[in-house]
């Protein structure tokens, strides 16, 4: 009797629920012709969920039988200030423009070279150009892969990006492959193309609970990695909130996810972890108290002077009226 068990890659990893169970019911789901997503805490419990997925969905057929191996680009989620430093930059990596910067477009690659204080210095086109500090936000740092990609296949994109055929990709899209052409160019079931230059996706049968934003699905499948820190009570929202119709859970731990999901997922003030309520006032220095004074002393004076200006235009105001009245009068008297 053939098992998905018996197809699927054996891993030996404490605290990982069986990821043959999952695939069955994803499998038994996608039968029934309903939308399915995994959500998963991790990045790396993402990969591993996409590798067994998909190995399930080739043991059943409802896959290409041909893969084509496609080079692809998989993003290291990075900060600002870790873009900044050297060691977060492997010596294969790639960083690629997300956004146009100066004359550079969108979806340009470039060599990570050196960091200075100014900023980054990166190679694009042989030379070498400095992206300032306020400006990191513009690039992204992604390792080489190499994807095997099959018709009906199912991709997550990872970059916005105007096609060559004028057609756009969003980030966080969920697309599936039609056909992959011999030049590497990726044809999806919507009509777009997916040409050389946008090489910025993963395969997309899980995605995080960040990346789950905004994809509603008829069921929503949810990994547990039993990761303390990655889960918490709006994270757990986020996920249960994406299924129309159900969401099933795996977890090798039902009483350590039930503490994970009512933990709070707002994030403390520096103020609240020293244990202080208010922030304390500014002392007040001699040179401060003199110079208040002064600015009294200034203010009281601008006012009085403000308010006889007033008075003088107003008397003056006045005194032409009555002027301007006599001399009528002694015309109009004979």
Request: aromatic letters at 8%.
């Amino acid at each position: 009797m053939f098992r998905i068990s018996d197809a699927l890659p054996v891993r030996r990893t404490q605290n990982v629920v069986p990821c043959w169970q999952l695939v069955e019911d994803y499998l038994c789901l996608a039968e029934q012709g309903a939308s399915i997503v995994v959500v998963s805490q991790t990045w790396s419990e993402v990969h591993r969920v996409n590798e067994t997925v998909r190995a399930g969905l080739k043991a059943k057929a409802l896959l290409g039988a041909t893969d084509s191996l496609v080079p692809a680009l998989d993003q290291i989620d990075l900060t600002n200030a870790q873009k900044r430093d050297q060691r977060f930059h492997p010596d294969d990596s790639v960083t690629v423009f997300h956004m146009r910067f100066g004359k550079i477009p969108a979806g340009a690659n470039a060599r990570f070279l050196a960091a200075t204080k100014r900023g980054v210095v990166l190679e694009v086109s042989g030379r070498a150009v400095v992206v300032p500090n306020r400006f990191l936000d513009r690039i992204g740092v992604f390792r080489r892969v190499e994807l095997p990609l099959s018709n009906g296949e199912r991709l997550h994109l990872k970059a916005n990006r105007r096609l060559l055929n004028g057609s756009k990709a969003m980030n966080g899209e969920l697309v599936t492959v039609s056909n992959v052409r011999s030049d590497g160019a990726i044809e999806l079931e919507d009509g777009r193309v997916l040409d050389n230059n946008y090489r910025e996706f993963v395969h997309g049968y899980a995605v995080t609970s960040y990346g789950s934003q905004g994809k509603d699905v008829d069921y929503v499948l949810f990994s547990d990695s039993t990761i303390k820190a990655a889960t918490n009570d709006q994270q757990w929202y986020v996920t249960i909130s994406r299924g129309r119709k159900g969401i099933r859970i795996f977890t090798p731990d039902k009483l350590q996810l039930r503490e994970n999901v009512i933990r709070s997922g707002k994030r403390k003030l520096a103020l609240e972890l020293t244990g202080q309520r208010y922030f304390n006032p500014v002392p007040r220095f001699g040179w401060f108290k003199r110079m208040e004074a002064r600015l009294h002393r200034f203010g009281r004076r601008a006012a009085r002077h403000i308010i006889r200006a007033r008075r003088f235009a107003r008397f003056n105001s006045q005194t032409h009226t009555q002027r301007h009245e006599q001399q009528i009068t002694r015309l109009l008297s004979p």
